[in-house]
């Protein structure tokens, strides 16, 4: 009996400290007054980046009071080689601790995909305590694609496990790029979140200048760029003590901080809905019931291209490092197979294969049927480009500056191309004996597709890097390569000189251009509303057909696919249209949510679109 009571008062006691331990964990922290540096848009890469950045770090380094520094995104102008290694050295001079997170320039111009800037950082998001205040950094992106702000799938699920572990009544700061509003897709998303926790405000950059917003009902606080633009070089000073929040603007050169421009409160938050408005409205599908939606997969990571159709099966990959084959029929997983990477590319099929690249900088081929792997082949750096297989050969380029064409069977090189100076990400395109492709260095190459020898090189009248063809896939007839580069004008090009046959900026189109079945048409998205159609004959631009489609703004770089006299095209802001070949009349269209949808896969009445938000949808068009 001694025993029993003995293990059973060891047993409350053991009971008594979890519950203290419990409630120590579950219990508010006691705040303390903190002050902080916040930077953001240092921009390294451009003339005065690097100079402007070390002005402010040895700044702060002579002040004895900063408790820690937060850098906001957009450290950098690109991932390019050497501008991420300049920030991290320059910011590891600082003598107190610093939390960063990437913006849209380290995410859309990667030539690593995303992954140096966490292998560089340790991550690409932080959740940090100081004084008892809560500071939680997330980026968003777009990943790769040229688009609105968008959180991706991924880091929404992990800001939700973040919060759960911290007290509600907790005082949260979140740390984000762009401000949370409509030029971030999903930003009710990451609203209904935030909102049901104490958050104080969303402190953020790349608006370049001090401002107060409203983010439904949350407070957003845009900090100035730190570069000497216009003004001399500085950042913010911020300090919070005796429940205010202070903003001071601080000039590096100078050495002197500005009269406050900014004081608010620190208090309790109290939910509101008010947030609903950013929510996407789906009302449109009820005008087009003809158009249904069969299945949804969710693989909970960022799809960031266009999945493939082999036989009965969609094949994709994800952010994950994952490539996943559905069936097409029901959406079910039939096989999944994991790369050391996140892939961003849209896999090539060729039989009784499927080649997909991934950012741990390889090329599989695998087995279509079970998914296993038949061969590998490693490049020395990331690979974010497409694949393409042709005449049993697979080409693909590379972020260490190459191009490569492999035997299809046995994953042995045949040629590599060397003198790219930049990374590339596009498709290649293969006609005439060439396979075409562009690079971000602001060349289009056209090289032997047996021998790798160059044929010709083509560049824009505008040199800088931005404006390089180096994300659109060319389309190519009548003996002429079509593209739409970022400068927002359309060009054809002599498929076997490489000289410019015409150039049109009728239409403000970028980066998609898509053709038609027979070969007789290009189909583009314009910027703004607009999808226009354009002869492939004749030495000179004409249009079509132009149609006014009120998707609104839209950059993103999916193409308009043509099937059966229909021209389907996705946006940015999960619309999909259908689009009568013959005059461009709207036929239907039908909205599936708020996110970037990628290139559609068609397979007579069923449509496949992945999408950003990590899902994969199958539309059936019902006659």
């Avoid at 289009?444 to 040199?463: S, V």
């Avoid at 404006?467 to 004008?489: C, H, L, Q, T």
């Amino acid at each position: 009996m001694k025993h029993r009571s003995y293990k059973n008062s060891l047993l409350m006691t053991l009971l008594s400290m979890v519950m203290v331990l419990m409630l120590f964990s579950c219990t508010e922290p006691e705040r303390e007054d903190i002050k902080f540096a916040f930077l953001a848009d240092t921009h390294i890469g451009t003339a005065i980046g690097a100079d402007d950045l070390r002005l402010s770090v040895n700044d702060i380094n002579e002040m004895d009071d900063i408790d820690f520094v937060i850098l906001a995104g957009d450290a950098t102008e690109y991932d390019f080689v050497g501008e991420l290694d300049t920030v991290k050295a320059i910011m590891d001079k600082l003598d107190v601790p610093y939390h960063i997170i990437p913006g849209n320039h380290e995410l859309k111009w990667s030539a690593s995909g995303g992954e140096k800037f966490k292998k560089l950082f340790g991550d690409d998001k932080f959740n940090v305590e100081y004084g008892g205040y809560r500071f939680i950094g997330v980026n968003q992106g777009p990943l790769m694609r040229m688009g609105e702000g968008f959180i991706a799938r991924e880091d929404l699920d992990w800001t939700e496990k973040q919060l759960k572990k911290i007290h509600r009544k907790q005082a949260v700061f979140f740390v984000t790029h762009y401000p949370i509003d409509n030029t971030v897709t999903n930003s009710y998303d990451f609203l209904e979140i935030i909102k049901h926790y104490n958050v104080q405000g969303v402190l953020h950059g790349h608006g370049h200048a001090n401002r107060l917003r409203d983010f439904s009902d949350v407070s957003g606080i845009m900090g100035r760029s730190n570069l000497s633009r216009g003004m001399p070089a500085g950042y913010n000073i911020v300090t919070i003590e005796n429940d205010t929040m202070t903003w001071m603007e601080r000039r590096s050169l100078e050495k002197v901080d500005l009269e406050p421009w900014l004081k608010i409160p620190i208090k309790e938050f109290a939910y509101t809905d008010s947030h609903e408005q950013l929510k996407a409205d789906l009302s449109i599908n009820d005008e087009y019931p003809e158009v249904e939606k069969d299945w949804e997969y969710d693989s909970r990571f960022s799809i960031t291209a266009a999945a493939a159709k082999a036989d009965d099966k969609i094949i994709f990959g994800n952010r994950s490092g994952k490539v996943i084959a559905l069936s097409a029929e029901t959406g079910k997983e039939i096989w999944t197979y994991q790369t050391a990477g996140p892939i961003f590319t849209e896999p090539a099929i060729d039989t009784s294969y499927v080649y997909v690249t991934s950012a741990d900088s390889s090329l599989y081929c695998l087995n279509v049927e079970t998914g296993e792997r038949v061969w590998r082949y490693k490049t020395r750096a990331a690979i974010v480009a497409h694949p393409k297989v042709h005449d049993g050969k697979v080409y693909f380029g590379a972020s260490d500056g190459k191009f490569r064409a492999l035997n299809v069977q046995t994953g042995k090189l045949v040629w590599d191309f060397m003198p790219i100076k930049r990374y590339v990400e596009s498709k290649p395109l293969i006609a005439e004996g060439m396979v075409i492709f562009g690079a971000w260095d602001t060349y289009l190459y056209a090289l032997d597709a047996e021998t790798g020898g160059m044929k010709w090189m083509w560049q824009g009248p505008n040199k800088g890097l931005l404006y390089s063809p180096a994300v659109v896939e060319p389309v190519y007839a009548n003996g002429k390569v079509f593209i739409v580069a970022p400068d927002r004008v359309m060009t054809a090009i002599d498929i076997q000189t490489g000289q410019e046959v015409w150039r049109s900026d009728t239409f403000k189109v970028r980066e998609n251009i898509g053709l038609s079945e027979d070969g007789k048409t290009v189909f583009a998205k314009t910027m703004w509303d607009i999808a226009c159609a354009v002869p492939t004959e004749g030495d000179t631009p004409r249009t079509e057909w132009s149609t006014e489609v009120n998707y609104g703004f839209d950059i993103d770089p999916s193409y308009p696919v043509d099937v059966d006299g229909i021209v389907y095209i996705t946006t940015q802001f999960g619309f999909v249209y259908g689009l009568d070949r013959e005059n461009g009349d709207i036929l239907w269209t039908h909205r599936i949510g708020g996110n970037l949808l990628n290139t559609p896969v068609i397979d007579g009445d069923a449509i496949y679109v992945s999408g950003m938000d990590g899902k994969v949808t199958k539309l059936v068009v019902n006659d």
